[in-house]
């Protein structure tokens, strides 16, 4: 059972995971025990459910005013610049994701934090990693701006770990799928697309090609991953740079064929783009027994529950 005392500080929390962690958090430890912040407005999601800060992450000062003041004693960083957004801006992106979090880690190693948490990336590995079930040690040369600084904060933690003593924890999450809050900017992002598209228009002009695989993960697979590991006694956890974990495997024409069995008259065009080289460079799947040993991780969803899952519930919300 966790902590009550805990208070926990969420940073990028009007984001595509941001928003639906943060609700996890909160029920876990209470509304007023997890403080939601952004750079941008509070999602209209997070609306009178808990407080709410607006805050920088690239502002130290600011950012451990705020710890101090709100009592934080953990914290959950998820700002970032994704893969295809940082392509278009490779400064920008190295800039905010090692500084965002090596602004984190000194502050946590200076106010004696409880824990961390930082999320990676299946963009850590490159072309020359195994591209079928991708291992946790491997050969890792990453092409992307995105992928050299989710390496480079991978040893980062693991620095400020072995060094410090910071509790920080981690996973390379596969590509996220969730029908809240719009995804930020990612090569996966077409897999969230695909599904509003089929139900608003019937048809989807794709930006990679139909036999691209690439592992993917339902949200409610990614929370759970993600409370499970920072609840796990610290003595079982053994890489302190990043878990590899994984959820499912699919190409955009399968999860097209899996629409399908709902909207029959579903169609699809593929005009690949920019995106196509970065998800070429990405394993198809992942091996995560490391994470199922230490951990017990297991995922619950495959491509057909997630689709069911996903049509039911923006059909929901299109009527609303
Ligand atoms: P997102 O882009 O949806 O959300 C990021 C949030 O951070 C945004 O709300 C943004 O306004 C905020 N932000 C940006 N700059 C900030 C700053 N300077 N200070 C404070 N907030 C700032 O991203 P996401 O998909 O929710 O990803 C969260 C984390 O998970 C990132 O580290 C990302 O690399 C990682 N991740 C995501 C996926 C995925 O498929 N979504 C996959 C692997 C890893
Ligand atoms: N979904 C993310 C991206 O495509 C993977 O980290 O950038």
Known sequence: MPNRKEK????????????????????????????????????????????????????????????????????????AILSATGEKNPN???HLNMQGLLNVLDIAREENLHKVYWPSSI???GPTSPKINCPQKTVIEPSTVYGISKYAGEFWCNYYHQRFGVDVRSIRYPGLISYKS???GG????????????LDNKKYNCFLKEDTYLPMMY?????????????????????????????MSFSPKEITNSIQQYIPDFTINYKPDSRQAIADSWPQSIDDSVANNDWGWKPEFDLAKMTKDMLDNLALKTEA
């Open 8 to 79: 926990i500080l969420v940073i990028g929390a009007s984001g595509q995971i941001g928003v639906e962690l943060t609700m996890a958090l909160r029920k876990q430890y209470g509304n007023n025990n997890v403080v939601a912040s952004d750079l941008r407005e509070e999602n209209p999601l997070l609306h009178g459910t808990g407080p709410y800060v607006s805050l920088d992450v690239m502002n130290k000062e600011m950012l451990h005013v705020q710890v101090i003041r709100q009592n934080i004693t953990q914290i959950y960083l998820l700002a």
């Open 92 to 94: 920008l992106a190295w």
């Open 123 to 125: 963009a850590v590995f």
């Open 182 to 184: 719009a995804p930020g």
């Open 187 to 198: 090569t996966t992002d077409y897999a969230v697309e695909i599904y509003s598209e089929a």
């Open 219 to 247: 949200m409610p697979d990614a929370i759970r991953a993600t409370l499970e590991l920072m609840n796990a006694p610290a003595k079982s956890i053994s890489v302190r740079t990043s878990y590899n974990v994984a959820g």
